[in-house]
């Protein structure tokens, strides 16, 4: 009774405020107000939620990561290789121009496109790394993060109706945001023996079935696989797309700066001929510069995409902070080369030492060993009849090692290892993988 009360008081007083507005509907009162009524006599009515709910996943790795940290809260040591976050620091450069900004008053929104500063340093990095030259003031958006600069670049350029095709094994957000823009996720299987990269033909194949596919997903180099699309595999998927010339290819770069082959260099697609007017790339500070809790990431795009996603930006979320622009300003500008090529030597030593491990395992391979981001995908499809989930789970439950399932990606049988976390933390999860497999 008391809680009717106080849905009724509420109801009321909602309906006073907001009688005062122009767009004031009785309806809503009364819907309010019958709620109330209805509570009163315990059958609770529940407004349904949007229906486009029941077809999205939540993220695999996130819940892993939630069960890691409530096991953690209650106690437990576990060993998490879960995560895509590099384990360092960020530069302490970064880390400075953050407190300079907060104690010099950069405290309030900015433009809805990021910092003017903060654009320039991000057209002269990727004029001079990746010679693609993007117009600042029109051509770049800076966003929460990658993953939202992501989802915005896909709600720019298709939706209802379209399909968007997405290589597996993918990043699992791909194609629950496709389904989110209402969009349906078409993918396009690669093979071990193509390297987990894109094949062009079967590209060609792909796109030829499926007219209504308006998007490409290229995640290069790719999470979960490693891989690296070298430039001329790059440039005969180009190929292939000249065909299809209302494909917009969404290419996440966010990895590009951990590439383990001997030039280590990863083309950016919007530098090859003939694609810059149709490649929305996208590109952060969380990888390379450590900076995951900033959530600072950026699309680069023409001047069409990048208004259409500013558009969007500016109802969703206005800007992303102030203070981690800052920090994205120093991150381009203070941060020397250097500080990122010791990072890929570290992380290539993890790497090798993981591929060394997991070749002594029985039952488990690695085909495609990655040349790029901070992930294997070794595959264990000998143990649990390939049923990665169950096997993850259970580990995780005797040996508390959190890795996540491949089936996630679109890779059952194997499963998802970062290895960017500390070379003692990956010998003990070696170690803890080792004894399991063993186990069974
Ligand atoms: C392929 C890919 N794209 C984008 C992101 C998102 O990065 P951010 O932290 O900048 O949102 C991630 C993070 O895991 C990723 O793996």
Known sequence: MTRTVVFTATAILIGQSLSSCAAFSPAASTSSFSFALNDAVNTPVEPPLNPLLSQIKPSKTVEVFSL????????????SLCVGEPDFAPPQCVLDAATAAMNGGQTRYTAVTGTADLRKAIAEDLKSRK????????EIVVGNGAKQCVYQGLLAACGAGDEVVVPAPYWPSYPEMALLVGASPVILETSVDDGYLINPDALDKCLEEHPKAKVLMLCNPSNPTGGVHSTELLTQIAKVLEKYPNVVILADEIYERLVYTDDGQCTSFASLPGMFSRTITINGFSKSHAMTGFRLGYLAAPERFAKATSVLQGQITSCASSVSQAAGVSALNDVDDSWLENNVVIMKEKRDYVLQELAKMDGVSVSVPPNGAFYVLPDVSKYYNGDDTQLCLDLLKEKKLALVPGESFGA?????????????????????????????
Do not use: D
Not at 131 to 138: A, M
Not at 412 to 440: D, H, N
């Open 412 to 440: 059952p049988g194997t499963v998802r290892i970062s290895y960017a976390t500390s070379m003692e933390e990956l010998e003990t999860a070696m170690t803890k993988l080792r004894e399991f497999l063993e186990s069974l």
């Open 68 to 79: 890691v940290k409530q096991m953690e809260a209650e106690g437990e040591t576990v060993t």
């Open 131 to 138: 010679g693609v030259e993007y117009n600042p003031v029109t």
